[in-house]
């Protein structure tokens, strides 16, 4: 496109956003364009690109992939390396969520992280036992699971770590460096109270152990109520068999709970009357609360808090990324809430003086992501983007600060205050405060 053309089209999209400045009212983001009030354009003949000349490639790639012009789309590593390298060689990977067009994530972006590498299971010789205080102990086969009557579901899968950059101060820079812990699925399983039907559970039955099969033979305790509410047994992720990655060819789905708690490669369920206290739930996914930073003198251990909370992050404009110039753009995110539904989502840009409420993507499923939308023209002044979410039990996602006043500093887990993307005047995109 000439540098005319552009200017023209760019006047003919300023045109159609009626929002100006900081305050944003319904009326104004959502004004629709009527085509009288665009500007005529001058639209010269279009050129013949070379790819218009020839034949295209012909079928022949089994397995598809993103066109070449995406391939800076990449999950990575966290820390420093965000933004330099793609993930190698690393126990944990980062969503770039500010590329997802979407509530889904694609399979091949979904966050990675694990304790001892990713197995490489034959299903055929993968078994799921399930035994303990049931009537009679069972062992399936793949083939056997996959004859129940099943089930496919969104939901997001969020590590409690997820955005433990930003308990001491916000250092992600990016919506991926600062959220990426989090994708969202469609899954595909069977319902995990219907397998303890099978095997019969004891009237006394208060806990399940859940183990996987990989090098780290990961444990968890699920408490019965949320074993026999909405979990499943899930072999499948957007369409597909589950990805290696993700716990191939099982894993068990808890959804809204923490991510720990979703053991890939499950092949044991043993059923209890107590938390089993493994070294997963212990030692480590425990908050440990001080607020004199010194646990010995105050500490308190908040242990088995399985939810996840409502959270929201502005995925662009966003932290790394530059607002070619001042006008119309659309401020775009992800909310989510391990509790049900987003009800929803306020969008602020003045730092949050004024509020507006975004437009939520449908369906907006309960325990799932729900993308955001909400026209935005910016003025080219300095600015701050803040999102807020809202879920169905009221709940309000909270500024850092109350956080930390409700913690302490030295927490880990479970962080979900509201981020603050700051806008320069020359279009540069960083984080900081909120
Ligand atoms: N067997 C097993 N299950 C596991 C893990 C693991 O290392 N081994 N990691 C857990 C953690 S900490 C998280 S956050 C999620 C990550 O799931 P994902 O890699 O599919 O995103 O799996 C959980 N289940
Ligand atoms: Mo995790």
């Given at each position: 496109?000439?540098?005319?053309?552009?200017?023209?089209?760019?006047?003919?999209?300023?045109?159609?956003?009626?929002?100006?400045?900081?305050?944003?009212?319904?009326?104004?983001?959502?004004?629709?364009?009527?085509?009288?009030?665009?500007?005529?354009?001058?639209?010269?003949?279009?050129?013949?690109?070379?790819?218009?000349?020839?034949?295209?490639?012909?079928?022949?790639?089994?397995?598809?992939?993103?066109?070449?012009?995406?391939?800076?789309?990449?999950?990575?590593?966290?820390?420093?390396?965000?933004?330099?390298?793609?993930?190698?060689?690393?126990?944990?990977?980062?969503?770039?969520?500010?590329?997802?067009?979407?509530m889904?994530?694609?399979?091949?972006?979904?966050?990675?992280?694990?304790?001892?590498?990713?197995?490489?299971?034959?299903?055929?010789?993968?078994?799921?036992?399930?035994?303990?205080?049931?009537?009679?102990?069972?062992?399936?086969?793949?083939?056997?699971?996959?004859?129940?009557?099943?089930?496919?579901?969104?939901?997001?899968?969020?590590?409690?770590?997820?955005?433990?950059?930003?308990?001491?101060?916000?250092?992600?820079?990016?919506?991926?460096?600062?959220?990426?812990?989090?994708?969202?699925?469609?899954?595909?399983?069977?319902?995990?109270?219907?397998?303890?039907?099978?095997?019969?559970?004891?009237?006394?039955?208060?806990?399940?152990?859940?183990?996987?099969?990989?090098?780290?033979?990961?444990?968890?305790?699920?408490?019965?109520?949320?074993?026999?509410?909405?979990?499943?047994?899930?072999?499948?992720?957007?369409?597909?068999?589950?990805?290696?990655?993700?716990?191939?060819?099982?894993?068990?789905?808890?959804?809204?709970?923490?991510?720990?708690?979703?053991?890939?490669?499950?092949?044991?369920?043993?059923?209890?009357?107590?938390?089993?206290?493994?070294?997963?739930?212990?030692?480590?996914?425990?908050?440990?609360?001080?607020?004199?930073?010194?646990?010995?003198?105050?500490?308190?251990?908040?242990?088995?808090?399985?939810?996840?909370?409502?959270?929201?992050?502005?995925?662009?404009?966003?932290?790394?990324?530059?607002?070619?110039?001042?006008?119309?753009?659309?401020?775009?995110?992800?909310a989510?809430?391990?509790?049900?539904k987003i009800r929803k989502v306020?969008?602020?840009?003045?730092?949050?003086?004024?509020?507006?409420t975004a437009t939520l993507d449908s369906p907006v499923?309960?325990?799932?992501?729900t993308f955001f939308r909400?026209?935005?023209?910016?003025?080219?002044?300095?600015?701050?983007?803040?999102?807020?979410?809202?879920?169905?039990?009221?709940?309000?996602?909270?500024?850092?600060?109350?956080?930390?006043?409700?913690?302490?500093?030295?927490?880990?887990?479970?962080?979900?205050?509201?981020?603050?993307?700051?806008?320069?005047?020359?279009?540069?995109?960083?984080?900081?405060?909120?």
């Amino acid at each position: 496109m000439s540098e005319i053309d552009r200017r023209r089209l760019i006047r003919g999209l300023a045109a159609a956003t009626a929002a100006g400045g900081a305050a944003l009212t319904a009326s104004e983001t959502r004004a629709a364009p009527s085509p009288a009030e665009r500007e005529p354009l001058e639209v010269p003949p279009l050129t013949v690109p070379p790819w218009t000349r020839e034949q295209g490639r012909r079928t022949g790639v089994p397995y598809g992939s993103p066109s070449p012009y995406e391939d800076g789309v990449q999950r990575r590593l966290p820390g420093p390396l965000v933004g330099a390298a793609p993930t190698t060689g690393s126990n944990n990977s980062f969503t770039p969520l500010q590329d997802m067009q979407s509530m889904i994530t694609p399979n091949g972006l979904h966050y990675e992280r694990h304790h001892a590498g990713v197995p490489a299971i034959d299903p055929r010789e993968h078994r799921l036992v399930v035994h303990g205080m049931v009537e009679r102990d069972l062992l399936f086969t793949m083939e056997d699971l996959m004859r129940f009557p099943a089930v496919s579901r969104v939901h997001f899968l969020e590590c409690s770590g997820n955005s433990l950059s930003e308990w001491t101060a916000p250092t992600g820079r990016t919506p991926q460096e600062a959220h990426g812990l989090a994708s969202c699925s469609h899954w595909t399983g069977v319902p995990l109270r219907l397998v303890l039907a099978e095997a019969g559970l004891h009237p006394e039955a208060k806990w399940i152990l859940a183990e996987g099969a990989d090098g780290a033979a990961m444990t968890r305790s699920v408490p019965i109520h949320i074993a026999l509410d909405d979990c499943l047994l899930a072999y499948g992720q957007n369409g597909e068999r589950l990805r290696p990655e993700q716990g191939y060819p099982l894993r068990l789905l808890a959804p809204g709970c923490e991510g720990n708690l979703n053991i890939k490669w499950l092949r044991r369920l043993d059923v209890g009357t107590e938390p089993f206290q493994t070294n997963e739930e212990t030692r480590y996914y425990t908050d440990l609360i001080s607020k004199t930073g010194d646990p010995k003198v105050d500490g308190v251990a908040r242990q088995f808090t399985f939810v996840m909370e409502a959270k929201s992050v502005i995925t662009t404009p966003a932290g790394g990324q530059h607002l070619p110039g001042k006008g119309p753009y659309e401020i775009r995110g992800l909310a989510w809430s391990g509790r049900g539904k987003i009800r929803k989502v306020d969008v602020s840009v003045d730092g949050g003086r004024r509020w507006t409420t975004a437009t939520l993507d449908s369906p907006v499923l309960p325990k799932a992501m729900t993308f955001f939308r909400l026209p935005w023209r910016w003025d080219g002044q300095p600015c701050v983007l803040l999102s807020r979410a809202q879920d169905e039990t009221g709940y309000v996602q909270p500024w850092r600060q109350q956080l930390v006043d409700a913690r302490g500093e030295n927490s880990v887990y479970h962080y979900n205050g509201i981020q603050a993307w700051y806008v320069h005047d020359d279009g540069r995109v960083d984080h900081g405060d909120a």
